[in-house]
């Protein structure tokens, strides 16, 4: 499934058990909805984990960062949710707020894949 709201483009795909919602573009209060649906199709989806991967957003608002942390509070306690962000507007923030405390911030996919793998 791919979604394009203006500004931001959204990109899920499956690999095994663990869905992938790429990310691009802004993610701010008029997009954050349409991540959030997307984390909610992932999640309907009955995967063993959702990776988030922020590595192409290039702004991410306090309203993209309330939909992560209610996405993980939603989530089942057995479906890991886990984001990847490395860069000064996803990584940085994420860490400032305390989000990377609650659930797992990697700067790579593949390192993301793997934690929700073991």
Do not use: N, Y
Request: with cysteine.
């Amino acid at each position: 499934m791919t979604s394009q709201p203006s500004g931001c483009t959204i990109e899920e795909r499956r690999i095994g058990g663990v869905i992938v919602v790429a990310v691009s573009g802004t993610v701010d209060a008029i997009t954050a909805p349409q991540m959030d649906a997307a984390i909610a199709a992932a999640a309907a989806a009955a995967p063993t984990a959702i990776v988030v991967d922020l590595a192409a957003v290039d702004f991410l608002a306090s309203s993209g960062m309330g939909v992560l942390v209610a996405a993980h509070a939603d989530l089942p306690a057995e479906v890991r949710l886990v984001v990847v962000a490395d860069g000064p507007a996803t990584s940085r923030p994420l860490k400032l707020i305390g989000i990377a405390d609650i659930m797992g911030v990697f700067a790579e996919l593949d390192e993301a894949l793997l934690a929700v793998s073991d």
